[in-house]
């Protein structure tokens, strides 16, 4: 009877815990839908705002990136730059009371304020990388309310939470599920981890059923047959792999050593006010452009996949310095959607030189060889950009180039991105002195973003 009974209470235990996974879960899909929501409300009321008066954005932008590098600075610091390399950092981190702090709900709710803001402003992010913090940060809260006290659990539930958060960000579930594996994870055990399933299903049937099943850049049949064809995968992997792996090597080196001479030491000392000057030169850049280059450059990539319109090669270029810009002001905003969009205008550029091929599939080619090059994650990359444009009839093309642009960034920069941020945070948030108790201004969060890991 004594066995029976601790036997039950261990199933009533066990099935607590899974229903309390499911909620985390739930919540983040919902979460990730309010955040898309917002993120798209504030791109509508800038473009409205642009559309009264193009000259507004020098004002607008300047003082957007201004406040938004106070903001974090003051109340939520850790909530700078992508997400991504924070949520790896903590699955490394052996001191789960610094974990506490970086995944707590308040960052969260700073990272989804702030990254809307940066949107309005017209900075050239992504809400998806931050998407990744906040589930994470979500199902992470879930499991200090359970008390737990396993490592392996713990750190099993921030990666189940940063999986479901790409999973409801772009409706890609298996492409968050690989993302884990390819990108977050580095153990054998987290990357089998039911729970990770469990997480990225439901929240991406959550995210299905608040907004539809609808596909992140639509529907395309395009294909990409063996031959004279394939002479695009070698172009799109060559570009897009020197383009990506480029972009990596600055924003590395940017991160490690942090800007040289007068402006290095500017941003030392007046980190608003260069965030402020970053604003100006985004401002700059999408008055020249006719106001492309703001925001995540979603509709500008669904046009060109589309074959809507047809961009200059002025656009990539110019979103490409917008980007690298945006980053190293230090707001919070993610890479993912301006890389999709840069390389979907790098494939749309190309194709116009590739008879042999259909544009649209030149388009996708040129999506996955910039996206692998930057994240140095190729099949992440592959599967994404698969389910995002639903075209199981690409896949092989999308895989070859997606590891020829990879091996060609890895030439040009030997580091993953995401892996040498979080590195980078890592060896700030170790070895920073202990924090004081949180004041008004909850300036004891996290340590300030130094001006070597703005980026």
């Excluded at 189940?160 to 999973?167: E, I, L, N, Q, R």
């Excluded at 799109?236 to 040289?260: H, K, M, N």
Aim: hydrophobic fraction near 50%.
């Amino acid at each position: 009877m004594r066995h029976l009974r601790r036997s039950a209470r261990v199933t009533t235990a066990q099935w607590r815990r899974k229903i309390v996974y499911w909620t985390a879960a739930v919540l983040v899909g919902v979460v990730a839908v309010g955040f898309a929501s917002a993120a798209d409300t504030a791109a509508a009321l800038r473009t409205r705002l642009i559309a009264w008066d193009p000259w507004i954005m020098l004002a607008l932008t300047p003082a957007g990136l201004a406040l938004s590098t106070w903001l974090t600075r003051t109340w939520f610091r850790g909530a700078q730059g992508s997400g991504i390399p924070q949520t790896i950092a903590a699955l490394h981190l052996e001191n789960f009371t610094i974990v506490d702090r970086l995944l707590s709900l308040r960052i969260a709710f700073g990272k989804i304020m702030l990254t809307t803001l940066g949107l309005l402003a017209g900075a050239s992010i992504g809400r998806e990388g931050p998407t990744v913090q906040v589930g994470a940060a979500i199902m992470h809260a879930f499991g200090r309310r359970l008390n737990l006290s396993t490592v392996s659990v713990r750190r099993g539930l921030i990666l189940a939470g940063g999986a479901s958060g790409v999973s409801a960000a772009f409706n890609t579930p298996l492409g968050g599920i690989v993302f884990a594996i390819e990108e977050l994870s580095h153990s054998f055990e987290q990357r089998t981890s039911g729970t990770m399933l469990t997480g990225v299903i439901l929240s991406g049937v959550t995210a299905i059923a608040l907004v539809g099943n609808y596909t992140y850049f639509g529907h395309t049949d395009v294909v990409v047959p063996i031959g004279i064809s394939w002479i695009a995968v070698l172009t799109c992997g060559i570009l897009g792999g020197i383009s990506g792996g480029v972009f990596s090597a600055i924003l590395i080196r940017t991160s490690q050593y942090g800007l040289p001479g007068v402006l290095g030491r500017f941003v030392v000392h007046r980190p608003i006010a260069f965030a402020a000057c970053c604003g100006l030169v985004l401002a700059i850049l999408g008055l020249a452009s006719g106001g492309i280059t703001y925001g995540t450059g979603y509709l500008q990539a669904r046009e060109i996949i589309a074959g809507q319109t047809n961009y200059p090669a002025s656009f990539f270029i110019l979103k490409y310095i917008a980007t690298i810009v945006s980053y190293c002001s230090g707001i919070p905003g993610g890479l993912f959607a301006p890389s999709l969009a840069i390389g979907a205008g790098i494939g749309g550029w190309v194709a116009q030189f590739l008879p042999h091929t259909t544009p649209g599939a030149v388009v996708l080619l040129g999506t996955v060889a910039y996206f692998s090059a930057v994240v140095q994650a190729p099949l992440t990359a592959s599967v994404i950009v698969m389910e995002m444009s639903d075209n199981q009839q690409v896949t092989l093309a999308l895989l070859a180039t997606s590891f020829l642009a990879y091996g060609v960034s890895r030439m040009i920069c030997s580091r993953s991105l995401y892996s040498a941020l979080a590195e980078k945070f890592l060896s700030v948030v170790e070895h920073a002195p202990p924090p004081a108790e949180p004041s008004g201004s909850g300036s004891g969060a996290l340590p300030a973003p130094a001006a070597s890991e703005r980026a």
